[in-house]
């Protein structure tokens, strides 16, 4: 699993549209704080191209925007924290969080990790590789190698569902990102995150156990992102 954990249709369609939002705009008023204006901020523009993706509204957009680089009354304050643990069968995990409450996010995350582990910080990050992370699609049947090489990405693999994933080093992933679009790829999601050097194996009963962990910390308002260093069953 080298890309973010995402849920499998638990949640009611709704529910599930709305955190995605939620997380969506949180991340485009971090962005904004350094700049409004997309041309001249990559990491704003991938956060709106995401938001664009999933559909939400100009309007809630465009107030995101304006929201985090304090053009509006309102004063929004999120920070990034980042948890790392262990979900059950001792599966390694690192959580990002965005919060404007870091003692109410701490206490929810060691609620959460009850069933797993809670550990210090470097005891698991060690293990990933933070890295840019492009999943993609061709309908034409592309060489995706052929095509992560012109994109300037260091690794693609298949990502189990008809499409690709391409890994980049932080700084070449707007670039790539751009590459891949202009030689025709659909881009569905572009991050910043963690890929796992080591992951672990688990049968179908464990697995199902480290799921269910991971669907309750998804859950949580100020989880942003949970990667796993869990493999492909």
Request: hydrophobic share 40%; net charge negative; aromatic share 6%.
């Amino acid at each position: 699993m080298g890309a973010q954990w995402k849920q499998k249709g638990r949640v009611a369609a709704a529910d599930a549209k709305g955190r995605i939002f939620t997380k969506l705009a949180k991340e485009i008023m971090i962005a904004a704080r350094h700049g409004a204006d997309v041309s001249m901020n990559p990491r704003l523009r991938l956060a709106v191209e995401a938001a664009k993706k999933a559909s939400m509204t100009k309007d809630t957009l465009e107030r995101a925007i304006k929201k985090g680089a304090g053009l509006l009354e309102e004063n929004v304050n999120y920070e990034t924290v980042v948890y790392e643990g262990f979900a059950p069968h001792k599966v390694p995990v690192i959580v990002e969080s965005l919060t404007e409450n870091k003692n109410r996010t701490a206490t929810n995350i060691r609620v959460l990790f009850r069933k797993g582990q809670l550990a210090t910080s470097g005891a698991v990050s060690w293990d990933f590789g933070h890295v840019g992370i492009i999943e993609a699609s061709s309908a034409d049947a592309k060489d995706p190698e052929e095509a992560a090489i012109e994109a300037g990405a260091q690794d693609v693999e298949a990502d189990g569902e008809g499409g690709h994933r391409f890994y980049t080093d932080p700084p070449d992933l707007d670039a790539a990102n751009r590459a891949l679009a202009a030689a025709g790829w659909n881009v569905t999601s572009v991050v910043l995150g963690w890929r796992p050097k080591s992951p672990v194996s688990v049968d179908a009963s464990a697995r199902a156990e480290v799921e269910a962990f991971l669907e309750a910390l998804d859950e949580d308002d100020d989880v942003q992102r949970i990667y796993a260093g869990l493999a492909d069953g």
